[in-house]
């Protein structure tokens, strides 16, 4: 997997703090955030509901602190990070550790881990909580995009039209992009809370869809194009005009186009499938990321950059600038793209498919062995010892958080051993990518016990057998 671990001590960012939230006083507890634990369980009414969600959406002053303000959710997610942070470094170097656990290394570790794990989900919930502010504002930015499209477009046409002159297909051009523009808006007003005209490109692990965003740019420029052509059909004036215009749709000149259009789009859906079977199958482990970048499409789960991802967005892009410009120096007819540049696509997106197929793994446990301290005597597991679990695929890219890392879980027999958090400043030696340690408790009893993991996203390991002796 790639990524870092958790035991490299890297400052963490995704942190969670127990401060109330700025705008609300300090000796009253914040509002309950969607999502979180001990969140009220009654729903709004419908009108409280569409209430606070108008005002979500009204304008906000820069400085506003708002509990539903985007803005707001944001500085109460940052000071949340700082207080966990400060809270980790501190625990780490011995400071707030109460008399009554001091006495006992293991009762010390399990109180430091609690209460890193508390400050973790109410990190988490700010998270969330931010994440939905911030589709608010996204939805907004995206209809800037469209429309700064259009009239860049517009733009161009007039810069152009000076030495060439205004022509039916200029504005047939500006009509179809219009008309584009206006459906864009609705479909963004529709899914204003799922990122506006960015929604159907989102995944459902929360970040930007490769192969949906290479698939609806073939769509657009598809749609552009046919209603460029309408546009001019509808202006046509003569009968041989109109038989060119109809002529510009036959498949002999837009079998190149349609080709790769038909095969981005089952792209897409193909690897939507490959993905949830793998991730239903327990071969790959996935978390939902805090919110979309644009970085997603480059790169993997871990924000590395991707070959596979980054080759298919590469040579999608080239090939639609292509089309673009072919279809501004013919509009009458559908972009005759080269059966050359065509093939180039495919092979493309072939090798974005097999990437698919070929990533990820389920976490695996190698060996279980009793952690020795410096000092202690060998001899065999016992309860009250420590064991180390080994293997690999503990800490999945996409869970690496303090709330997900506090989600882990070690199965000795019948009894659920949380993963303690061992702290050091900067970041976390237990759990690690690798290795992990967790005390044998009381209640396993004697004999053979099957050790497993679920994983920082929920995945299962292989068991290994141990011997628990009296």
């Not at 700025?22 to 009220?40: F, I, L, M």
């Not at 552009?224 to 009968?239: I, K, M, Q, T, W």
């Not at 702290?423 to 497993?452: C, H, R, W």
Request: some cysteine.
């Amino acid at each position: 997997m790639a990524g870092r671990e958790a035991g490299n001590t890297a400052d963490d960012t995704s942190g969670a703090g127990v401060t109330p939230a700025p705008g609300h006083p300090t000796d009253e507890a914040p509002p309950p955030v969607p999502h979180q634990a001990g969140a009220p369980d009654d729903k709004p009414a419908p009108g409280e509901q569409a209430g606070e969600a108008e005002q979500a959406d009204a304008p906000h002053p820069h400085t506003c602190t708002c509990p539903v303000c985007p803005r707001g959710t944001r500085a109460a997610h940052r000071e949340a990070q700082a207080a966990f942070r400060a809270r980790r470094d501190a625990l780490a170097a011995g400071e707030g550790l109460p008399a009554a656990v001091s006495y006992s290394a293991g009762a010390s570790r399990q109180w430091i881990s609690d209460e890193l794990t508390q400050a973790a989900r109410e990190v988490g919930a700010r998270a969330r909580a931010e994440a939905e502010g911030w589709y608010v504002l996204l939805w907004r930015r995206t209809l800037y995009v469209v429309w700064g499209t259009v009239a860049a477009l517009f733009l161009g046409q007039v810069a152009t039209a000076f030495a060439a002159g205004w022509t039916a297909a200029r504005t047939a051009g500006l009509l179809a992009a219009l008309l584009g523009g206006g459906l864009l808006t609705g479909a963004a007003h529709l899914h204003g809370r799922r990122g506006g005209v960015l929604a159907p490109v989102i995944g459902e692990d929360n970040r930007l869809s490769t192969s949906r965003a290479v698939a609806a740019f073939w769509v657009l420029l598809t749609a552009y194009a046919v209603l460029v052509l309408a546009g001019r059909l509808a202006f046509a004036s003569g009968d041989g005009e109109r038989d060119t215009l109809l002529a510009g749709l036959d498949l002999a000149r837009g079998a190149g186009l349609v080709t790769v259009l038909a095969v981005t789009c089952a792209v897409a859906v193909v690897v939507r499938r490959v993905v949830a079977v793998r991730v239903q199958g327990q071969r790959l482990q996935k978390a939902q990321a805090p919110r979309p970048r644009a970085a997603d499409l480059l790169t993997d789960d871990s924000g590395r950059a991707h070959f596979a991802d980054t080759q298919y967005v590469l040579v999608s892009a080239v090939a639609v600038v292509y089309a673009l410009v072919r279809l501004a120096r013919r509009p009458d007819q559908l972009p005759d793209l080269p059966w050359g540049l065509a093939l180039l696509v495919l092979v493309s997106a072939a090798t974005y498919l097999a990437s698919k197929y070929a990533e990820g793994s389920r976490p695996v446990i190698h060996a279980v062995v009793r952690a020795r301290e410096a000092g202690d005597l060998d001899g065999p597991i016992r309860t009250g010892d420590d064991i180390e679990i080994r293997g690999a695929g503990f800490l999945p890219p996409s869970a690496r958080t303090p709330d997900r890392l506090a989600r882990m879980v070690v199965r000795i027999g019948a009894v659920h051993v949380h993963v303690p958090l061992v702290p050091v400043p900067g970041g976390f030696t237990n759990p690690s990518d690798t290795t992990l340690i967790v005390p044998v408790p009381v209640e396993v009893e004697p004999g053979k016990a099957e050790v497993q993991l679920v994983s920082a996203a929920g995945v299962e390991t292989n068991k290994v057998t141990i011997e628990v002796g009296d």
